[in-house]
């Protein structure tokens, strides 16, 4: 890619040096032709026709120069359009893969390699309406890709490039979706406040087209997101069970306003209900919902959803003191979550794992496990440094269980794309 590079590099180098003798050129002939047309002028005979003929040559080169130079502005254009659908089209199947059992390793890695690239392409086009559906593509695949990794400022910006290309092209439903996008990153920055100002933002300029229920369903999920994690920070009492409350009525709003059958939409919305149980301590409740959108992930071969599913189907079974079925369930999770190389997964079920062999009195299994959890993380956790610590032999163990359940918004994000396409 690097060579590639440095060939449009010497290609545009060479482009800006003709650019600049051909506009030397055009104003010569343009000095030229206006000096023969005035010598020309009141002559008679052979000079007037040789002057009139000579000036006449020089339009024409003049011309054929103008024709050549919109046509290489028009190629090159052509060619930074293609560009940017190639890696559309490479984006999009590359996120369907991301988290299944048809290349999600591969998909993984192809994002790591690629994720620069994309980027660049993204701040470089500038916005037009034969090119917006292409960049809108990259900026699903992208946002999957940071939901997933996660990268709450980096899908920040991806929600700003869109939104300024969607005003300049004025596409509503891409501004939609782009302020439900910030929702979701500042919701992953703690900012809850911001968080629900922008989704109040994409309902005032909500559409009422084809892909109008779709976002409907993502707000709705958005704002139970919210509740959960305002339900994360208040103390136990009646304000957490108010936000726990509210996240359950939000998700089941999410599942009248879905836009047809959506199985992956069905496995998202019955995780997120399985978390809203085990925050009320309805462990039983939980694996109503949790049993068969397992079935759902794995019949759709949706790993990353079957994993998500086994790993709470473990805390369910801990919370009903099965600490052997919660094992079994987290080491086949994690084994999962490695398959598609979903780190914060797999060191989420690492940590179940080393916190249930510090509950054994375990310590040497649980340091190991605890530390492989710890190289996994992209940010830090509170829980697992207390852990941690209780392995170490330098604190007690935490007297929570473990950390909160995970909330999440699934990969049926990823699908809204299509509704964009039709």
Same mark, same amino acid.
């Given at each position: 890619?690097?060579?590639?590079?440095?060939?449009?590099?010497?290609?545009?180098?060479? $482009?800006? !040096?003709?650019?600049?003798?051909?506009?030397?050129?055009?104003?010569?002939?343009?000095?030229?032709?206006?000096?023969?047309?005035?010598?020309?002028?009141?002559?008679? $005979?052979?000079?007037?026709?040789?002057?009139?003929?000579?000036?006449?040559?020089?339009?024409?080169?003049?011309?054929?120069?103008?024709?050549?130079?919109?046509?290489?502005?028009?190629?090159?254009?052509?060619?930074?359009?293609?560009?940017?659908?190639?890696?559309?089209? =490479?984006?999009?199947?590359?996120? !369907?893969?991301?988290?299944?059992?048809?290349? $999600?390793?591969?998909?993984?890695?192809?994002?790591?390699?690629?994720?620069?690239?994309?980027?660049?392409?993204?701040?470089?086009?500038?916005?037009?309406?034969?090119?917006?559906?292409?960049?809108?593509?990259?900026?699903?695949?992208?946002?999957?890709?940071?939901?997933?990794?996660?990268?709450?400022?980096?899908?920040? %910006?991806?929600?700003?490039?869109?939104?300024?290309?969607?005003?300049?092209?004025? +596409?509503?439903?891409?501004?939609?979706?782009?302020?439900?996008?910030?929702?979701?990153?500042?919701?992953?920055?703690?900012?809850?406040?911001?968080?629900?100002?922008?989704?109040? !933002?994409?309902?005032?300029?909500?559409?009422?087209?084809?892909?109008?229920?779709?976002?409907?369903?993502?707000?709705?999920?958005?704002?139970?997101?919210? %509740?959960?994690?305002?339900?994360?920070?208040?103390?136990?009492?009646?304000?957490?069970?108010?936000?726990?409350?509210?996240?359950?009525?939000?998700?089941?709003?999410?599942?009248?306003?879905?836009?047809?059958?959506?199985?992956?939409?069905?496995?998202?919305?019955?995780?997120?209900?399985?978390?809203?149980?085990?925050?009320?301590?309805?462990?039983?409740?939980?694996?109503?919902?949790?049993?068969?959108?397992?079935? @759902?992930?794995?019949?759709?071969?949706?790993?990353?959803?079957? =994993?998500?599913?086994?790993?709470?189907?473990?805390?369910?079974?801990?919370?009903? +003191?099965?600490?052997?079925?919660?094992?079994? @369930?987290?080491?086949?999770?994690?084994?999962?979550?490695?398959? !598609?190389?979903?780190?914060?997964?797999?060191?989420?079920?690492?940590?179940?794992?080393?916190?249930?062999?510090?509950?054994?009195?375990?310590?040497?299994?649980?340091?190991?496990?605890?530390?492989?959890?710890? @190289?996994?993380?992209?940010?830090?956790?509170?829980?697992?440094?207390?852990?941690?610590?209780?392995?170490?032999?330098?604190?007690?163990?935490?007297?929570?269980?473990?950390?909160?359940?995970? @909330?999440?918004?699934?990969?049926?994000?990823? +699908?809204?794309?299509?509704?964009?396409?039709?």
């Amino acid at each position: 890619m690097s060579d590639k590079r440095d060939e449009d590099e010497q290609a545009s180098l060479t $482009g800006y !040096i003709f650019l600049g003798a051909g506009a030397v050129a055009t104003g010569l002939l343009t000095d030229l032709t206006s000096q023969l047309l005035g010598e020309s002028y009141g002559k008679s $005979g052979a000079v007037q026709w040789v002057g009139f003929g000579v000036t006449f040559l020089l339009l024409v080169i003049l011309t054929l120069q103008l024709v050549f130079r919109y046509r290489r502005a028009r190629r090159r254009k052509l060619q930074t359009s293609s560009e940017l659908h190639a890696a559309a089209e =490479a984006a999009e199947q590359w996120m !369907i893969a991301l988290g299944s059992d048809a290349g $999600g390793m591969a998909a993984a890695e192809w994002f790591t390699l690629n994720e620069d690239w994309l980027r660049e392409l993204l701040a470089t086009e500038k916005p037009a309406h034969e090119t917006l559906d292409d960049f809108a593509r990259i900026c699903d695949a992208l946002e999957a890709w940071y939901v997933r990794r996660p990268d709450p400022d980096a899908l920040l %910006h991806l929600s700003d490039l869109l939104s300024a290309a969607a005003e300049a092209c004025g +596409r509503r439903g891409l501004a939609e979706l782009a302020a439900a996008r910030a929702a979701t990153a500042y919701r992953m920055l703690g900012d809850l406040d911001t968080a629900s100002t922008k989704l109040g !933002i994409s309902d005032n300029i909500a559409t009422h087209g084809r892909t109008a229920a779709a976002l409907k369903m993502r707000r709705q999920v958005e704002r139970a997101l919210l %509740h959960l994690a305002t339900a994360e920070r208040a103390p136990a009492g009646s304000d957490r069970d108010e936000a726990v409350l509210n996240a359950r009525d939000r998700l089941d709003d999410a599942r009248l306003s879905r836009p047809g059958p959506d199985l992956a939409a069905d496995v998202a919305i019955s995780i997120n209900l399985a978390v809203v149980q085990l925050y009320q301590h309805d462990s039983q409740g939980a694996l109503d919902h949790l049993r068969p959108a397992h079935a @759902r992930a794995t019949a759709a071969g949706d790993v990353s959803g079957e =994993a998500h599913a086994l790993e709470l189907i473990g805390v369910a079974a801990w919370m009903q +003191r099965n600490p052997h079925e919660a094992v079994s @369930r987290w080491e086949h999770a994690a084994h999962l979550y490695a398959e !598609i190389d979903e780190r914060e997964g797999h060191a989420r079920c690492l940590q179940h794992l080393g916190s249930a062999q510090v509950a054994a009195g375990n310590l040497d299994a649980a340091l190991e496990l605890l530390e492989q959890s710890a @190289r996994l993380r992209t940010s830090e956790s509170e829980i697992l440094t207390r852990y941690l610590d209780a392995a170490r032999k330098t604190s007690e163990p935490p007297v929570v269980d473990d950390d909160q359940p995970r @909330r999440t918004a699934a990969g049926w994000l990823k +699908r809204l794309r299509a509704l964009f396409s039709r």
